[in-house]
């Protein structure tokens, strides 16, 4: 009776063996490539309309972008338990295509891709709460709504660029309290489709993209954590004073491509003691004070290129102690004190970048040409496009053709 049993038993464990290695021991899928023995399943560009069958129980990444699959369903992945990156970008999948649960025999899945699929109008309501990436680019979302990533608890990075986002509802990130990254770039988002406090929830969030969107002003209560704020190509009109003083942490600040930005207040960027790059590059400002960049303590890099900057006042930098790089070339700036880069008050400034200016070449701006033929600290990036654009006698004629006593008043 024992032995029976015995053996009955070895019977089963032999069967479930069998299927076991059967399951781990399928091969590659035909058409399909393969690396590490099959960890790596490749099924890309193979015109697919579904998931194809048999795939290998071990495998961890499978790669099934740029296929025609239009709908996928829970038996598809049975019995992948080690999957964790799945990556169906470029397919023709829409919500009702991910049916509830599809998901749910994927217990390692950590990174979804669902990029490129243009029928998405809307998060789809059944992924698994334990993701930690989602990449939904280039598909035809338009609005986020408020329970969009209720269930995404662990969700860590998030990218949603190149659609047609235009609102964000409240409460959208309500649940994403380890959320780090979202990307919003390229969107349609405008002022009132991003409510005040509205990313606040997300206490971890360190890089926020919100580049080439409709903004006209900086949206209000962002997380005070945040390292990186990307606000490119937006249409924002004018920094108020103060208005980044609960970003302490923040290392990068970039709103370059910005033309509708005339107007840095005083004050604008005070609190913002940690950041270690500015770049304002191609905005419409007009006017720099003594108190446009107070508060950026540590900053080393500063791009103040193509702008219509036609003055700098003597102390314009000199809260700067860490600057060492600085571009203003291509403004319209006529003159220059040599206060403005005095080096015993910016002691790491190395690098001027100063072409592309309307000089006036005088009797103030000998220091200038001497500054440069002296090869004195800080260096003056390419003389020869150092251009005068007055007296009319030196209009046109560029720095490294002069000599000092060229310039001259009266
Ligand atoms: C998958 O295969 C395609 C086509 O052979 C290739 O272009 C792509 O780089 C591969 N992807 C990965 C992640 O290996
Ligand atoms: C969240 O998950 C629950 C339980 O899994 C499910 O019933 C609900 O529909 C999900 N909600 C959303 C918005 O995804
Ligand atoms: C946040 O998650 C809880 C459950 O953990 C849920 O009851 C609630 O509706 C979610 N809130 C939002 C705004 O998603
Ligand atoms: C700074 O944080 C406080 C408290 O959360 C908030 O009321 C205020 O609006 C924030 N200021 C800005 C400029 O975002
Ligand atoms: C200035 O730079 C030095 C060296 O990189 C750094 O240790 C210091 O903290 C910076 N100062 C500020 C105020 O950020
Ligand atoms: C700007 O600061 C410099 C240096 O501290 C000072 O000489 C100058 O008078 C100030 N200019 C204005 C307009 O306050
Ligand atoms: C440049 O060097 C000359 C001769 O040593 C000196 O008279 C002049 O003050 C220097 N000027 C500058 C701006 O360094």
Known sequence: MASLRAVLLLVIAAVLLAWVTAVSDRPCPEHCECQQGTLIVNCSRLSLTSVPPGLPANVQQLILENNDIAKVSRSDFQGLKSLQFLDLSSNQLSSHGIPEGAFDDLPSLRTLDLSGNRKFVD????????????????????????????????????????????????????????????????????????????????????????????????????????????????????????????LTELQTLEIWQ????????????????????????????????????????????????????????????????????LWLDANLITTLSPEVLDTRILPRLSEVFLWGNPWTCDCHLRWLKEHIDNNTAPTIDSPHLNVCNAPPKLKGRAFDTLSPKDFVCG
């Not at 790059?277 to 004070?289: E, H, P, R, Y």
């Open 123 to 246: 998060i789809p309501a059944s992924l698994p709460s334990q993701l930690t990436t989602l990449y939904f680019i280039e598909n035809s979302l338009t609005h986020v709504r408020k329970d969009a990533f209720t269930n995404l608890t662990d969700l860590i990075y998030l990218d949603i660029s190149y659609n047609g986002v235009e609102s964000i509802a409240p409460g959208a990130f309500q649940n994403l309290s380890n959320l780090a990254v979202f990307y919003c770039d390229f969107n349609k988002l405008k002022d009132n489709g991003v409510p005040p406090s509205v990313f606040k929830p997300a206490g971890k969030l360190s890089i926020l993209g919100l580049r080439f969107n409709q903004l006209t002003r900086v949206p209000g209560d962002l997380p005070p954590g945040l390292e990186h704020l990307d606000l490119v190509g937006n249409k924002i009109v004018e920094l108020p004073s103060r208005v980044f003083s609960n």
């Open 258 to 325: 910005q033309p509708s930005l005339t107007t840095i207040a005083d004050d604008a960027f005070d609190g913002l003691g940690k950041l270690q790059i500015l770049d304002a590059t191609s905005t419409g400002l007009n006017k720099v004070t003594n108190r446009t960049f107070t508060g950026l303590v540590g900053a080393w890099e500063v791009y103040m290129s193509l702008n219509k900057i036609p003055a700098i006042p003597a102390g314009a930098f000199h809260d700067m102690k860490n600057l060492s790089s």
